[in-house]
């Protein structure tokens, strides 16, 4: 019994193969060559073309260039504002007081001077000037704000101080006339309160360095400060002519300039002007476009830096993008040579051709054009059906045309009809991702065709088979291979 050896053996059971599991198998091995042949087939998007414009930024940061000049004061003392800011003064006329002792603002403490009241013009140039800064108000500058407050105070000591001396003269016959120095304006201009070192800057004379606000200071001028002789106290602006100069890119710059005269929207107010476009190259190289106007320049007369918008005329058309733009060569075919078919009244040419025994004959091909120059009377047809080479004949005549002459055309592929069909386009303006086209041209696109979003993944009459769709204007399909499209071939159901 000891020697015997018990052996127990597994058993295995026969592999049972039943239909589902057959089924299920084949469905796998399916799923997993689509998948296969998914990634090895090249995919294209389509494209329905809408009708459209271009958002262009328009939106430029300008500096303000004027007839600028600075007057000092020819006497120390302390200074108070007689003329207000923005305010035009002739020749002759009180700008500012100089109080040489001191004792004017003890003056105007002990005066007796009532209330004293603004008028509604007065009144008018507060608002104005409140209702300006808050529509010109930007977080990214706020030291504008400080800007504002000192030219609000300044309105407020200069109104009082006009009250306030006219009221002394009344009441004491004209005495104050003993403790200050009235001084009056070299020439006529427009008055401002503060300087920033830019006030002999000339149009031909900016460069990218003045837009660098790393440096740029502005000095305002505040009334009752004490003074020493040749110190600056105000300045005029003395022609109504200004200008706005801005950067530019040159070839934007070149087409703004054709237009002579550009409408253009002050950001700080939504005020508009017309100025005069002139494009230049500053001294370091870059270039720029000056704004140049006739009026509106007291509007802007505390601003060196200003914020515009171009208003242009953009184009409307059909709304294209970019990478579906290809070239294709042509052949020129002159007018004269190019017929219609009496019988099936399509286009063509008549074109020499050989019989069998070697007679010289001649036949009727088909090609369409897909263009026509009017100046120089040609068409431009297909190099696929023509060869160099190939002699045409006129209709009813023995003159004969050589095909030789090629040209380029812009255009891109249309799928309406399930294949790669080639349309030219007439571009009106273009940006960096899209183009404004044409409509309705003779041999171009029409508003909802649909075109290949990626010209150069197709060929010319490349079929477009197994559209699907992805989107409201765009859908992934598959191309095949380079076999021409028959004239009845089934459109795919978009």
Known sequence: ??????????????????????????????????????????????????????????????????KEEVVSTDTAGYVNFYARE???VAKGDTVYIVDETGRLSQELEDASLGENTLSNQELSEFRNEIVNFMHGYDDVTYESTYDFKYSLKNTVLKLANVNMLQSIKNENGGSTANIVNF?????????????????????????EAVFDHKDYEKKQMLGNELMAVGDPVYKLSTDENWSVVIPIDAERGAQIQQEDYVKVRFLKNQYESWGQAKLFTGSDGNTFLSLTFTNSMVTFISDRFLDIELILNDETGLKIPNSSIVEKEFFLIDEDFVSTDENTGTQGVIRQCYLENGNISSEFVETDAYSYDETEGVYYMDTSVLKAGDVLYKTDSQDTYTV?????????????????????????YQNDEYSIVRANTTYGLNVYDYIVLDGSAVSDDQIITN???TGTNKTDTTVSGDDMAPENSPVPEW
């Open 183 to 207: 001084c009056y304006a070299p020439t006529t201009g427009i008055v401002a309160y503060w300087t920033d070192g830019y006030e002999g800057l000339t149009v031909e004379g900016v460069t």
């Open 1 to 66: 019994m000891a020697e015997r050896q018990n052996k127990v053996k597994k058993y295995r059971k026969p592999l049972n193969l039943n239909i589902g599991m057959l089924i299920f198998g084949a469905i796998f091995i399916y799923v997993i060559i689509c998948v296969i042949m998914y990634f090895q087939t090249d995919h294209i998007v389509r494209y329905e073309v809408t009708e459209g414009s271009l958002a262009t930024n328009n939106i430029y940061k300008g500096i303000a260039i004027r």
């Open 86 to 88: 923005g305010e035009r």
């Open 467 to 469: 559209i699907k769709k």
């Open 404 to 428: 030789s002459k090629r040209a380029t055309l812009i255009g891109v592929y249309n799928v309406n009809k399930g294949y790669a069909d080639f349309k030219q386009i007439n571009i009106l």
